[in-house]
């Protein structure tokens, strides 16, 4: 089994909304990451949690705050967005050492208005 | 700077017939490389990957080439289906690079025609 899910698959919201992405694998992953893509561009890195720990954040604005829960579970919480962060938001999850290949998820079509 | 590169944006291939997507790469120090297919509004689905310690790995259809000397690797899809459509993005890692640390090119998106 190499699925990772996420909810909702579609949002739309307004600039003063909060709202949260979710994400979840069942694979024992111990890193999961928060991808954005835009139209015909390839996926852009945000953050990764290794251990649920965030070790890496790209210089990501801080309306976009990610959660760790647990080593199942990662959360993206958004607060006051710009119509620009319109795009689809991707997880994924790997092992940590060794390939490390990631699995992502089927993403989550964000829309600011 | 692109690290990784896919020069062609796009290809078209009659169904049963071979489709070869390229990829070159700057860094020598990319140590594992990685296919991904993805259809619209869909998360890139992990196709097949190579470790810079092999020149070929095959699964199925799917076969991958790496030449490092030419910091160039191929995917190869035969025969190719119709249901192949997609968006093909290569991606890399370098070596002792940090977790997560994926530089993705920017994808062929390629169309095979029954």
């Known amino acids: 089994d190499t699925e990772v899910t996420q909810t909702p698959k579609h949002l739309v919201m307004g600039m003063t909304n909060k709202k949260s992405l979710k994400c979840e694998q069942h694979m024992g992953h111990r890193a999961m990451y928060w991808y954005k893509q835009k139209a015909k561009k390839p996926p852009e890195l945000m953050f990764v949690?290794?251990?649920?720990?965030?070790?890496i954040n790209e210089s990501v604005p801080s309306r976009f705050s990610p959660e760790c829960p647990n080593s199942s579970l990662l959360n993206l919480h958004l607060h006051a967005l710009q119509p620009e962060d319109s795009a689809l938001y991707l997880c994924a999850s790997s092992q940590i050492g060794g390939a490390e290949t990631q699995y992502f998820g089927p993403g989550t079509r964000l829309l600011v208005l | 700077d692109q690290q990784v590169k896919q020069n062609s944006p796009s290809l078209s291939v009659q169904e049963g017939r071979i489709s070869i997507l390229n990829c070159d790469y700057t860094n020598s120090m990319f140590d594992y490389f990685l296919w991904y297919k993805k259809y619209p509004a869909e998360g890139p689905t992990f196709l097949i990957s190579i470790s810079s310690i092999k020149d070929k790995n095959e699964d199925g259809r799917f076969t991958v080439f790496l030449n490092k000397s030419a910091k160039h690797l191929s995917l190869h899809i035969v025969p190719s289906q119709p249901g192949d459509s997609a968006v093909y993005f290569c991606?890399?890692?370098?070596?002792?690079?940090?977790?997560?640390?994926?530089?993705f090119g920017k994808g062929t998106k390629l169309s095979v025609k029954p």
């Open positions: 991606a890399t890692r370098p070596w002792g690079g940090s977790q997560g640390n994926l530089i």
């Open positions: 949690y290794s251990y649920e720990k965030l070790s």
